[in-house]
């Protein structure tokens, strides 16, 4: 079978800083490919590449086998990639109909005038919610007067209807509380069951492991690789996620710091204190 979206050797560098090295990831359709990492992994950089807010420095990305580059998000969502993101792009005031079509208008002729098209957005934006399990009472209700969980929803609704392929999800659910996240991950594997591959970002092991199929762990802009959900434990995930080594490493130093003799440490304290004085 042939992957989606793939990333051969992907590396992405801002000056000096070193984002992401030599990343490799196969994502398929039907699927939930979870991507896991502390802050500052590379997560947002990761999918950022893959949505054409950037273009990689090195490496190349796969459509369906195809070599592909995004010059644009507008590029990238015409390929059939839709990027949600955590603080959704929606207008609070504006109805929920209008920011589910929002820069995609629909539009009626009267006479020789295009004018939008409430009543088919209206009707589309409830039918379309319907379908991932939401009833929205009333489509022309702002869009601020839904919950997180649901506005995340519309989100997700909205990049079906829209016919991507791969939808990528950047912490849906780092917001919210335990029921609004159950609700986003509900819809996330509609989607899935839909057909979509669906890369789900999250530093939340629980949240990953309740829906995914396959991990992929990012550790300081680099990989630990994909594993399938046999191929790995939640608890194997949380410790690469927190850097296996690091933690050991920090064990280590913690344990020397506890066996110190106590006149070293009050010593090296002082030295401290003398570095930090201000002049
Ligand atoms: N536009 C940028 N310019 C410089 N450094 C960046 C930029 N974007 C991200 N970085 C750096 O790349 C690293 C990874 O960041 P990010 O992808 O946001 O991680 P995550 O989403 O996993 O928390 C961080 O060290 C961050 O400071
Ligand atoms: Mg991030």
Redesign the pocket.
Known sequence: MTPLIELRKVSKY??P?V?LKDIDMKVYAGEVHCLL??????????IKTLSGVHQPSEGQIYMEGQPVVFKSPRDALARGIATVYQDLAMLPLMSISRNFFLGREPQRKVGPFSIYDAAFAARVAREEMKKIGIDIRDPDQPVGTLSGGERQSVAIARAVYFGAKVLILDEPTSALGVKESAMVLKYIVQAKLRGLGVIFITHNVHHAWAVGDTFTV?NR?KSYGTFGKNQVTREQLLQMMAGGEELEALAVELDLIARKDPSTAAAEHQAAEELHKPN
């Open positions: 801002f000056g800083v984002s990492g502390d802050n500052g992994a590379g997560k947002s950089t990761l990012l802009g």
